[in-house]
């Protein structure tokens, strides 16, 4: 008796998580963010030597590994940037509620920047708010 209880028990809790929506059993990890994405930068820079409006665009690519390429134009206060494009590597972990962060590192020696992003649009999309302390940055990437 003690047998058929036991094994009917772990048909009823299979079952039972099978029957749990798509939605709810998330399966976000380093591999799902892999590609080129299409980064759109809006924002303002609060406080220190390069205060003021900023707006750009960015190509990153992500290794599905948890490493990152960029290259990016964007211009501060109306200014453009003394090099064309600029070129940075980085890290990035995707947290299992496809949520994630990133800090990328300047080749220029510039301070890294961390940020935040969720995905959107059947892991097409990412918002993203910068989470360095002085500024108020977002952006929208697109996957290419």
Same mark, same amino acid.
């Given at each position: 008796?003690? #047998?058929?209880?036991? @094994?009917? &028990?772990?048909?009823?809790? !299979?079952a039972?998580? $099978?029957? #749990?929506p798509?939605?709810?059993?998330?399966? $976000?990890?380093? *591999?799902? +963010?892999?590609?080129?994405? @299409? /980064?759109?930068? &809006?924002?303002?820079? !609060?406080? *220190?030597? !390069? #205060? *003021?409006?900023?707006? %750009?665009?960015? +190509?990153? &690519?992500?290794?599905?590994?948890?490493? !990152? #390429?960029?290259?990016?134009?964007?211009? =501060?206060? *109306? =200014?453009?940037? +003394?090099?064309?494009?600029?070129? @940075?590597? %980085?890290?990035?972990?995707?947290?299992?509620? $496809?949520?994630?962060?990133?800090?990328?590192?300047? =080749?220029?020696?510039?301070?890294? =920047?961390?940020?935040?992003?969720? /995905? +959107?649009?059947?892991?097409?999309?990412l918002?993203?708010?910068?989470?360095?302390?002085?500024?108020?940055?977002?952006?929208?990437? &697109?996957?290419?």
């Amino acid at each position: 008796m003690k #047998i058929a209880s036991a @094994s009917q &028990t772990v048909v009823f809790w !299979l079952a039972a998580a $099978c029957a #749990i929506p798509a939605q709810a059993q998330r399966s $976000c990890y380093n *591999g799902v +963010l892999s590609g080129d994405y @299409s /980064f759109r930068i &809006t924002g303002q820079i !609060l406080t *220190g030597p !390069l #205060i *003021g409006p900023n707006n %750009g665009v960015a +190509l990153v &690519t992500f290794d599905g590994d948890g490493k !990152l #390429i960029a290259r990016d134009h964007v211009a =501060i206060n *109306g =200014i453009q940037p +003394l090099d064309e494009w600029r070129d @940075s590597t %980085g890290t990035y972990t995707v947290n299992p509620d $496809c949520t994630g962060k990133a800090q990328v590192n300047f =080749i220029d020696g510039r301070p890294p =920047i961390v940020y935040y992003f969720v /995905f +959107l649009r059947s892991r097409q999309q990412l918002d993203i708010v910068v989470g360095n302390t002085g500024t108020n940055v977002s952006v929208v990437a &697109t996957r290419m």
